[in-house]
C-alpha cells in the first residue's frame, strides 16, 4: 500500500471511499468535516441532529452519494468527545474507518489528518496518529510475503491519501506521514514474526531478520551460535537450548550514530520460538500460542526496524536470545545445576521456567556494553496474565525510579500500557537452594511475576525495567487499529522511549 499526501480541497478528491471524522455531543462540523457536509447540503449536519451518526471512538456511518463529492462513498467515523480525543481515539477511529473502507471495497482511501485543530493534536501528531492507526488497522498476516523481510504485504487497499487543505500544512503533515510510516513498518515485522509458525520462525530466521535489518538500516551485526555461547560461558542460555532441534542464536544488533560515544540504550527481547515447557511439559490444550513466547524478541527487532527508517540520533542495541524450548534425550532436567556467564549457579526446578535462563546470561551480557539504561520485554509468566488481565498492560518491574518514569510515559502516549509491580528482595526468599546460588522457580503457585523479576535482577547491574508481556502478545479479534493475534505490542513504547530518552 502506498501512502499520499495530497494537496486539494476534500470535496475534490477522487477516491474510492472519503473518511471524515464526528465528535460526539452535539458538535458541529467543521473543518474538513464541514466543507464535506456543505458540498453534501447539510447532510452530515442533519444526521448528527437526528442520531443517526456513530460517534463513539471508531463508529462508522458509510454514506453512499452520487453528487456533491467525487468521491461515491463517505465514511463518517465518530472520535467521541473532543475534550477526550487523543492520538490512541485517532489511531483507534482510522484503524476502524479505514478497515470498513476496505470492507466495502475501496482500493484507493483518502483521509484528512483527524484529530488536528479541534482535537488538541498538532497537524503532524494527527498526521502520525491517522497514518498508524490505518496502516495497523488494515494489517494482514501474508505468510509467503512474510517470510521474506521487507516483501510486499497486500493491504487490501493500494493507495492511502493524507489530505491536506492547505499548503502551510504540508509540510507539518508530511513530517507525521513519515513518522506513521516508519512505526508502522516496525508493528508490522514484530506481528509478522508472531504470526509466523515456529517451524518457520526458528530461530535461525530470527538471525537472518537482523541480519537483513544491518544491511537495510546500516547496523553492526552478530550473530552467536552454540559454540559462540559456549565462549561466553552462557550456560543457562545453553541449558534451554539443549533439547532443542533448531539450533540457537543469540543476536546483537546495534544502532551507532555516535561512534561508540554514546552508552547505549539497550533492548532485550525474549525469544522463545517455541515454548512446550522442555520435560516440565505444558499442557495439551492451548499449547500453539506458545509459538508468540518470542513476542519480546518480535518487539525488539521491529523497534530496531523503526530506528534505522527515523535514522535514530541515539545508539541502540538489541539483545535477542533465540532458541526453542523443547524436549529430547539431551534436554536439560529438573535437578540440573547450570552455571551462568557472571558465575551464578542456578538449581532448575522447572524447564518451563526457561525464559529467566536466557535473559540471565543476556542481561549479564548487556552489563559489558556499560549501558545507559537496559529495557527488557518477555512473555515470561503465565502469573503477570493472572495478575493485570490479557491484553490490559504488561507488569511493569524496575530498579530505577527516572527510567520507570520514562518507560509509563511511553507507555501512557502509545497506548501500550504498563503497570508497576514491585521488585522486593523478600520474593528471592522463595528462590533458596540448597545446591546452587538460586532455584529457578519457587514451586509455589503465588507471586510468579515478581519472583520471576526478582531473580532476573541478580543479573542486573545498571537502570533497567523489566516488561512482562505475556498477556499481551496475542488477541481474539480485531478494534481499531489492532487485528487478531500478534498485536506488535512493544515496538511503538520502545520507539517512543529511545526518541524521548
Ligand atoms: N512462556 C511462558 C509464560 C507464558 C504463559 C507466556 C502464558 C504467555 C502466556 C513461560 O516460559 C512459562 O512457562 N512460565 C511459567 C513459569 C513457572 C514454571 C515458574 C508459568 O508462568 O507457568
Ligand atoms: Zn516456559
Ligand atoms: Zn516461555
Not at 559456549?230 to 540457537?248: D, I, N, S, T, Y
Request: one cysteine or more.
Amino acid at each position: 500500500m502506498q501512502t499520499t499526501v495530497l494537496q486539494r480541497p476534500i470535496d475534490r478528491v477522487e477516491a474510492d471511499a472519503l473518511i471524515v471524522h464526528h465528535f460526539s455531543g452535539g458538535h458541529r462540523a467543521a473543518g474538513a468535516t464541514g466543507e464535506v457536509d456543505r458540498a453534501l447540503g447539510g447532510l452530515i449536519t442533519e444526521l448528527a441532529a437526528r442520531g443517526d451518526l456513530a460517534t463513539e471512538v471508531g463508529g462508522v456511518t458509510p454514506l453512499f452519494v452520487r453528487a456533491g463529492v467525487a468521491a461515491p462513498r463517505v465514511l463518517v467515523v465518530g472520535l467521541g468527545d473532543p475534550q477526550r480525543a487523543d492520538a490512541e481515539a485517532v489511531r483507534s477511529a482510522s484503524g476502524a474507518a479505514v478497515r470498513r473502507a476496505r470492507e466495502l471495497g475501496a482500493k484507493r482511501v483518502a483521509i484528512g489528518a483527524l484529530g488536528s485543530g479541534v482535537g488538541g493534536l498538532t497537524p503532524s501528531e494527527a498526521a502520525r496518529a491517522t497514518v498508524e492507526g490505518a496502516r495497523l488497522g488494515l494489517y494482514r498476516y501474508r505468510a509467503a510475503a512474510a517470510q521474506a523481510l521487507g516483501g510486499h504485504v497486500d493491504h487490501g487497499v493500494d493507495e492511502l491519501l493524507i489530505v491536506v487543505p492547505d499548503a502551510e500544512r504540508v509540510e507539518a503533515v508530511s513530517d507525521g506521514v513519515r513518522w506513521g510510516e516508519a512505526t508502522a513498518d516496525g508493528v508490522e515485522l514484530a506481528r509478522d514474526l508472531v504470526n509466523l509458525p515456529p517451524n518457520v520462525a526458528t530461530p535461525t530466521h530470527l538471525a537472518a531478520v537482523a541480519e537483513q535489518l544491518a544491511r537495510d538500516h546500516g547496523f553492526a551485526v552478530t550473530i552467536g551460535d552454540r559454540a559462540w555461547a559456549e565462549e561466553r560461558g552462557m550456560g543457562a542460555f545453553l541449558a534451554v537450548a539443549q533439547g532443542a532441534g533448531h539450533e540457537p542464536r543469540f543476536i546483537v544488533l546495534e544502532h551507532d550514530p555516535s561512534r561508540g560515544k554514546e552508552a547505549p540504550l539497550v533492548l532485550v527481547g525474549k525469544g522463545v520460538t517455541f515454548d512446550s515447557g522442555g520435560v516440565s511439559i505444558k499442557g495439551r490444550a492451548g499449547m500453539e500460542a506458545m509459538k508468540s513466547d518470542m513476542a519480546g524478541a518480535a518487539a525488539v527487532l521491529g523497534a530496531m526496524r523503526t530506528i534505522g527508517r527515523l535514522r535514530s540520533p541515539r545508539r541502540v542495541v538489541a539483545l535477542v536470545p533465540a532458541t526453542e524450548n523443547m524436549l529430547d534425550a539431551h534436554a536439560y532436567r529438573p535437578a540440573d545445576v547450570l552455571q551462568a556467564s557472571n558465575g551464578l549457579t542456578i538449581e532448575v526446578i522447572s524447564t518451563d521456567a526457561e525464559g529467566r535462563l536466557l535473559l540471565a546470561d543476556t542481561l549479564a551480557y548487556a552489563q559489558q556494553l556499560k549501558p545507559k539504561a537496559v529495557v527488557d520485554l518477555a512473555t515470561l509468566t503465565g502469573a503477570c496474565v493472572v495478575a493485570l488481565g490479557r491484553g490490559t498492560a504488561a507488569g511493569r518491574f524496575a530498579n530505577d525510579d527516572a527510567l520507570a518514569a520514562r518507560v509509563d510515559a511511553a507507555g501512557a502516549a502509545t497506548h501500550e500500557r504498563v503497570w508497576p509491580l514491585p521488585l522486593w528482595p523478600e520474593y528471592l526468599d522463595d528462590l533458596e537452594s540448597d545446591v546452587a546460588d538460586m532455584k529457578n522457580s519457587s514451586g509455589k503457585p503465588h507471586g510468579g511475576a515478581p519472583v520471576a523479576a526478582a531473580f532476573l535482577q541478580r543479573f542486573v547491574d545498571y537502570p533497567w525495567v523489566h516488561l512482562d508481556i505475556a498477556g499481551m502478545a496475542l488477541r481474539d479479534d480485531a478494534r481499531g487499529y489492532q487485528t487478531k493475534g500478534a498485536t506488535g505490542y512493544g515496538v511503538r513504547l520502545l520507539v517512543h522511549w529511545v526518541t524521548h530518552a
